[in-house]
């Protein structure tokens, strides 16, 4: 499994339905980046000044909506992830 470090997390993205509500299917070409993410792994936190870490807002099996353009994407045994700092991550999806 990957393990991000410092203050950041790894998702597996969420990928929106390919077919509109009245049956038209959607091509890749067409469809916006997703921006949801299950996160899958969290890092140990930012080292504040004093030395000690700071907690992560997110925990593992969160949901969360994250900025369009972040992170790193990563493929790892066949399944694709994306690696974010926490300050792209924008919401958790309750």
């Given at each position: 499994m990957i393990k991000p470090?410092?203050?950041r997390i790894v998702i597996k993205?969420?990928?929106?339905?390919?077919?509109?509500?009245?049956?038209?299917?959607?091509p890749d070409s067409a469809k916006e980046k997703p921006q949801r993410g299950e996160v899958v792994?969290?890092?140990?936190?930012k080292l504040n000044d004093k030395?000690?870490?700071?907690?992560m807002d997110v925990k593992?099996?969160?949901v969360i909506l994250y900025a369009k353009?972040?992170?790193?994407?990563v493929k790892f045994d066949g399944v694709e992830y994306k690696i974010l700092s926490i300050?792209?991550?924008?919401?958790?999806?309750e």
């Open positions: 470090l410092g203050d993205i969420i990928e929106e339905t390919e077919q509109t509500s009245g049956g038209i299917f959607i792994a969290v890092g140990l936190g030395g000690e870490r700071e907690p593992v099996g969160d353009y972040s992170g790193t994407d300050k792209d991550a924008l919401a958790i999806i």
